[in-house]
């Protein structure tokens, strides 16, 4: 099975930078996705990772450490249109698996 | 644009009525499509794997007789819960692969159910 952990909130001002770590046990792995979730909405695509190291997209950046069953999230200059929820998730073959989300709320 | 839409957005219906959901690829076709349930501030619990020209592959503790999918097209996949209750009431989310290697995946706008 698989088994994710991921606080569950932070708050920040405009401006700031935010990280949000996820540990994660699985019984498989191929890779570790970040999706945004504004609320009543649908969640987005960030990022994914299949190797170890940082993929940087604009203000979000993303790593991972397969050794250590890591990864971080990173958000830069925040806004307040960044406020939503932060899942990540793990791809074991063709199934993605969810952490519980972390709430990310921005203040003026 | 959107990729992938879902119908009805919102639907409220009486204890024991049946309710169907459909999911539709805009962009391209999917051989595959994921279903999911999220409860209130929860995480997304993957509930099956729709397969065009094939059965679906619930996951463990899913009822397939509850909650029945039918992949009718490379476009369109439906979930019908059965004999609905209460306790089925929850946003219900499809998504489809974005290329092959499953690396993306496109949700829909999901489907808010109320069951009275």
């Known amino acids: 099975g698989q088994s994710l952990e991921q606080p569950s909130e932070v708050t920040a001002v405009e401006g700031a930078i935010v990280q949000i770590n996820c540990t994660y046990q699985t019984s498989g792995f191929y890779g570790l996705s970040w999706y945004q979730q504004h609320d009543g909405g649908a969640p987005t695509f960030l990022s994914y990772?299949?190797?170890?190291g940082l993929e940087e997209t604009g203000r979000f950046s993303s790593f991972l450490s397969r050794s250590d069953s890591y990864g971080y999230l990173l958000l830069q200059e925040l806004q307040m249109k960044d406020s939503a929820s932060y899942f990540c998730a793990v791809r074991d073959d063709y199934k993605l698996s969810f952490g519980a989300g972390t709430t990310v709320t921005v203040r003026a | 644009g959107a990729v992938v839409s879902q119908h009805p957005s919102r639907v409220i219906c009486k204890s024991g009525t049946s309710v169907k959901i459909e999911c539709r690829s805009l962009?391209?076709?999917?051989?595959?499509m994921f279903w999911y349930r999220q409860f209130p501030k929860k995480s997304l619990m993957l509930m099956a794997t729709s397969n065009e020209g094939s059965k679906a592959t619930y996951e463990q503790g899913v009822e397939k007789d509850k909650f029945l999918i039918n992949h009718a097209s490379l476009t369109l996949s439906t979930l019908t819960v059965t004999s609905a209750h209460p306790e089925d009431s929850s946003f219900y989310i499809c998504s489809v692969p974005a290329t092959a290697s499953y690396n993306e995946q496109f949700f829909g706008p999901g489907t808010r159910l109320t069951v009275l």
């Open positions: 962009d391209f076709q999917a051989t595959t």
């Open positions: 990772n299949a190797l170890d």
